[in-house]
């Protein structure tokens, strides 16, 4: 099904499962109460309160109709797709759907028939938080996530939830798709755990079309059979024009992130399109590849991207990753690549190293500790990069490889001094002998 048949889908989705749930009278002491209760042992025609609880989430988002209002959810497994009615407001504050204090609520819908394909909806909407739940079972086939955001919005938080065992085809567990022509702005991602997700060819978290201003922060993404976290523009069914920018990625966690198709190239961090995007802080280990910028769609180039402070260890086929992959794909320009630990990575020994450059042009590597594998690897700069710069990197052989190998356009040099006399790269760099 064409991506834009499924947004549409997913939207009627959200608006047809808002508009065939159970009708119900607002609430007498609607001024004063503001925190509804659901609970298994709850009745759906009580009113939300803490000693007459909800049933059903569904029941207290029905109910939440007003900026500030909050529903919390008590310990206990419940089995039921739900949609947000409604938003907040800057100055009301947001509708909040959470765990009660020092509970985990879990939300299963394994074995759930029919349906959405999202567990939690929220479409169209901003000021919305979800915090503090456990979602597991979702099984979809067309691109259902655990965690659903579409359309527009603003200030739209996602924070310390766990999602896992999801199974199917594009089973994501949280996904942020701005389709309209305002974007989504101002969400906070943070905190969350997810694992064991059958994502492939999706990804287990992903921001993606008209998102502007972001933070991805504190998650911890691991055993996912495609990418972990991407940041995708030029995606023209999601959005035709507007990509991802101004965002932060940050303090992330993203392991075994292993592609099940395509002979296995997902990253654990990837910026495909974006612009302006600061990738600062995360650790990426045991991935297909560590961390990518690239650009997947001609005319939708990685611009203005950083990437600094991570560190990048033990992938499988490279460790820092950039450029488009193809003369017919877009790519990535004007980044900078600084202050990375980026070692032993390549441990299948593809032969790409720890620095991997494709189509890409004016970017900037720098001030990087590279360590190479056992094949002595630690830079391949394919034939289509022009005009990038090396400089000042820190350079170490590691996993008892003899000989360094600088990899330049078809050229192989064998010490680093070969390397900047002849192509004029790196010359503040060093290398230091094995230990």
Same mark, same amino acid.
């Given at each position: 099904?064409?991506?834009?048949?499924?947004?549409? %889908? &997913?939207? &009627?989705?959200?608006?047809?499962? @808002?508009?065939?749930?159970?009708?119900?009278? /607002?609430?007498?002491?609607?001024?004063?109460?503001?925190?509804?209760?659901?609970?298994?042992?709850?009745?759906?025609?009580?009113?939300?309160?803490?000693?007459?609880?909800?049933?059903?989430?569904? /029941?207290?988002?029905?109910?939440?109709?007003?900026?500030?209002?909050?529903?919390?959810?008590?310990?206990?497994?419940?089995?039921?797709?739900?949609?947000?009615?409604?938003?907040?407001?800057?100055?009301?504050?947001?509708?909040?759907?959470?765990?009660?204090?020092?509970?985990?609520?879990?939300?299963?819908?394994?074995?759930?028939?029919?349906?959405?394909?999202?567990?939690?909806? =929220?479409?169209?909407?901003?000021h919305v938080v979800v915090r503090g739940l456990e979602i597991v079972g979702n099984e979809a086939h067309e691109g259902g996530?655990?965690?659903? +955001?579409?359309?527009?919005?603003?200030?739209?938080?996602?924070?310390?939830?766990? =999602?896992?065992?999801?199974?199917?085809?594009?089973?994501?567990?949280? @996904? +942020?798709?701005?389709?309209?022509?305002?974007?989504? %702005?101002?969400?906070?991602?943070?905190?969350?755990?997810?694992?064991?997700?059958?994502? @492939?060819?999706?990804?287990?978290?992903? +921001?993606?079309?008209?998102?502007?201003?972001?933070?991805?922060?504190?998650?911890?993404?691991?055993?996912?059979?495609? =990418? !972990?976290?991407?940041?995708? !523009?030029?995606?023209?069914?999601?959005?035709?024009?507007?990509?991802?920018?101004?965002?932060?990625?940050?303090?992330?966690?993203?392991?075994?992130?292993?592609?099940?198709?395509?002979? !296995?190239?997902?990253?654990?961090?990837?910026?495909?399109?974006?612009? &302006?995007?600061r990738i600062e802080d995360n650790t990426c280990i045991g991935n297909d590849l560590g961390i990518e910028v690239g650009a997947?769609?001609?005319?939708f180039d990685a611009l203005r991207i950083t990437v600094t402070g991570n560190t990048i260890r033990g992938n499988e086929k490279?460790?820092?990753?950039?450029?488009?992959?193809?003369? !017919?794909?877009?790519?990535?320009?004007?980044?900078?690549?600084?202050?990375?630990?980026? $070692?032993?990575?390549?441990?299948?020994?593809?032969?790409?190293?720890?620095?991997? =450059?494709?189509?890409?042009?004016?970017?900037?590597?720098?001030?990087?500790?590279?360590?190479?594998?056992?094949?002595?690897?630690?830079?391949?700069?394919?034939?289509?990069?022009?005009?990038?710069?090396?400089?000042?990197?820190?350079? $170490?052989?590691?996993?008892?490889?003899?000989?360094?190998?600088?990899?330049?356009?078809?050229? @192989?040099?064998?010490?680093?001094?070969?390397?900047?006399?002849?192509?004029?790269?790196? /010359?503040?760099?060093?290398?230091?002998?094995?230990?």
């Amino acid at each position: 099904m064409p991506l834009h048949d499924l947004l549409r %889908r &997913r939207a &009627r989705d959200a608006r047809r499962a @808002a508009s065939t749930l159970p009708s119900f009278e /607002r609430l007498e002491s609607r001024q004063v109460l503001a925190t509804f209760h659901v609970t298994l042992g709850g009745d759906d025609l009580a009113n939300g309160s803490e000693t007459a609880p909800f049933r059903s989430i569904q /029941r207290g988002l029905d109910a939440a109709l007003e900026p500030g209002d909050t529903v919390l959810v008590h310990e206990g497994r419940y089995a039921e797709r739900v949609v947000f009615r409604a938003g907040g407001s800057v100055r009301g504050g947001a509708v909040t759907l959470a765990a009660a204090p020092g509970e985990r609520p879990v939300i299963d819908v394994g074995g759930l028939a029919g349906g959405s394909e999202n567990v939690v909806t =929220i479409h169209d909407l901003g000021h919305v938080v979800v915090r503090g739940l456990e979602i597991v079972g979702n099984e979809a086939h067309e691109g259902g996530a655990a965690v659903w +955001v579409s359309g527009a919005g603003a200030g739209i938080e996602i924070r310390d939830n766990v =999602i896992h065992d999801l199974r199917g085809v594009n089973s994501m567990g949280i @996904a +942020v798709f701005g389709t309209r022509r305002a974007p989504i %702005r101002n969400l906070t991602i943070a905190g969350n755990v997810i694992h064991d997700v059958e994502a @492939a060819p999706s990804e287990a978290l992903v +921001v993606n079309g008209n998102v502007a201003g972001f933070t991805i922060a504190d998650n911890h993404v691991h055993d996912v059979n495609n =990418i !972990g976290i991407d940041v995708i !523009g030029g995606e023209r069914d999601v959005h035709p024009s507007a990509v991802p920018r101004d965002g932060l990625v940050t303090g992330n966690l993203v392991e075994r992130a292993r592609s099940s198709y395509g002979g !296995g190239f997902a990253a654990g961090i990837y910026v495909d399109g974006a612009r &302006r995007i600061r990738i600062e802080d995360n650790t990426c280990i045991g991935n297909d590849l560590g961390i990518e910028v690239g650009a997947e769609h001609r005319g939708f180039d990685a611009l203005r991207i950083t990437v600094t402070g991570n560190t990048i260890r033990g992938n499988e086929k490279a460790g820092l990753v950039f450029g488009g992959y193809g003369p !017919g794909v877009g790519r990535t320009r004007l980044s900078v690549f600084a202050g990375n630990v980026i $070692a032993g990575n390549d441990t299948l020994g593809s032969g790409h190293g720890q620095i991997w =450059i494709q189509h890409a042009s004016g970017n900037v590597v720098r001030d990087n500790d590279v360590e190479s594998g056992a094949d002595g690897v630690l830079l391949t700069v394919e034939p289509a990069a022009r005009g990038n710069r090396l400089d000042a990197n820190r350079y $170490a052989l590691g996993g008892n490889a003899v000989q360094p190998s600088f990899r330049w356009r078809g050229r @192989a040099f064998a010490s680093l001094g070969a390397f900047t006399a002849a192509t004029g790269q790196d /010359r503040r760099a060093t290398l230091a002998a094995p230990a």
